[in-house]
């Protein structure tokens, strides 16, 4: 029996400390945690224990063991909904250009989908206030190509004010270079890194290793660069699984732990920002309608998912969708047929940050 109550306590303490420790940690250096964190605790607690004291099971079981549930559920299920999200686009009424047929006519707005599945996830848009509580004092890296540049941007915007983003655009869209700036009110720094290939990542992860340094979060993602220069999706896939590896091995392992106490044991947030649905017949180039064929973009997206990097297929990255947020924006929300307007990357941000707020188990 004791065994039994030990046992119980020990799988509470595995539950609910590891996965906390992994995924909340830095994140939430705040009070919202802590309460939202002892309550789960409580909980849990209570239904490992509860069996064995049988006067106070019967008064707590039925509301504890469907709490504790629930949590658990809707972890797993609610992340496979933060794409679900609908998009208005409307012709502009008065200022229409007729010059131009494209994305500036049209006026766009997401919200996610209102279906009793995701509306059950209570998914939200994070306001400044939100973003500066759920970063605070964290560093954010965001590396790749162009994509991930207006995704880092999309990011600072709900951070900065209007004066701020000014002369952030000056310097962060000075072409191929990287980025850094620290948001002082709620001490973020945010580094974009120039990499166009996927090697160029896997350097930088390098990096990280050898320093000893580690991002909170780290945001990464590129394909375009390798599809248009060199057409060869198994060249590609080959360099993704060395950033899945070399990624894999930056998360601390227990056997790793067990002996090198100076490793950082907090673990970064990882995402992969994957490739924008391509528009074929509006790309500005003659080389790109000729090498960035839609078949082409299938193989490289075949690719990422046979690399095993992201974390529907056991990897270490969850993805941030891209593909289908653009996809579903459609045709009249990008100039180029390969950069979006940025109301695409704010959907992704507010994705990516909902998912955050999943992995430490906070509710703003
Ligand atoms: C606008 O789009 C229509 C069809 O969608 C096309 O016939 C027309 O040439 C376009 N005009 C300009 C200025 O691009
Ligand atoms: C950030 O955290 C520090 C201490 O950890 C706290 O003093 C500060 O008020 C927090 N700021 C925000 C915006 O939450
Ligand atoms: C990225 O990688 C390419 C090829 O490996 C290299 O030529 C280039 O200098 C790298 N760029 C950066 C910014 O590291
Ligand atoms: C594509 O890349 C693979 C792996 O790097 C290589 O073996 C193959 O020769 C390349 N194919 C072409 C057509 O360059």
């Known amino acids: 029996m004791l065994g039994a109550v030990q046992l119980g306590l020990l799988a509470a303490c595995v539950v609910l400390f590891v996965p906390m420790g992994m995924a909340g940690w830095h994140l939430s250096r705040n009070k919202v945690l802590f309460f939202s964190g002892a309550l789960f605790i409580t909980l849990a607690v209570g239904v490992h224990l509860t069996p064995y004291f049988p006067s106070v099971s019967d008064f707590v079981t039925s509301v504890s063991t469907s709490s504790v549930n ?58 400044r206030h939100d973003v500066s509580v759920l970063l605070n004092g964290s560093w954010v890296v965001v590396a790749g190509d162009s994509q991930a540049r207006i995704f880092a941007l999309s990011l600072l915007s709900l951070v900065l004010d209007p004066e701020g983003m000014e002369s952030v ?39 990280f290793k050898r320093n000893r340094v580690y991002p909170d979060l780290l945001v990464m993602g590129s394909g375009l660069w390798h599809m248009l220069h060199f057409v060869n999706a ?115 941000v507010h994705v990516m940050l909902n998912a955050l707020l999943i992995e430490s188990h906070q509710k703003i």
């Open 70 to 127: 629930v949590v658990v559920d809707d972890r797993a299920s609610c992340v496979s909904l933060l794409h679900e999200i609908v998009w208005e686009v409307r012709l502009r009424g008065f200022d229409f250009d007729p010059m131009n047929n494209n994305s500036v006519n049209y006026e766009k707005s997401w919200s996610w989908k209102r279906s009793d599945s995701v509306e059950s996830c209570e998914f939200q848009r994070l306001n």
């Open 169 to 207: 655009k000056g310097s962060l869209f000075k072409r191929h270079s990287d980025y850094h700036t620290e948001v002082d009110e709620m001490g973020m720094m945010l580094d974009f890194m120039w990499a166009p290939y996927v090697t160029n990542l896997t350097s930088l992860v390098a990096g």
């Open 234 to 348: 198994s060249d590609y896939g080959v360099s993704l699984e060395i950033l899945r590896s070399s990624v894999t091995s930056l998360l601390p392992v227990s056997s790793e732990f067990g002996n090198d106490e100076s490793v950082a044991v907090r673990s970064p947030h990882l995402f992969w920002l994957g490739m924008p649905t391509l528009v074929n017949s509006m790309l500005n180039t003659k080389e790109k309608k000729e090498k960035m064929t839609d078949l082409v973009r299938g193989e490289y997206e075949r690719e990422v998912k046979r690399s095993g990097m992201l974390r529907q297929f056991e990897g270490p990255l969850q993805l941030l969708d891209i593909g289908s947020l653009s996809w579903n924006c459609g045709i009249r929300c990008t100039d180029d047929g390969m950069h979006y307007d940025g109301i695409v990357y704010e959907a992704g």
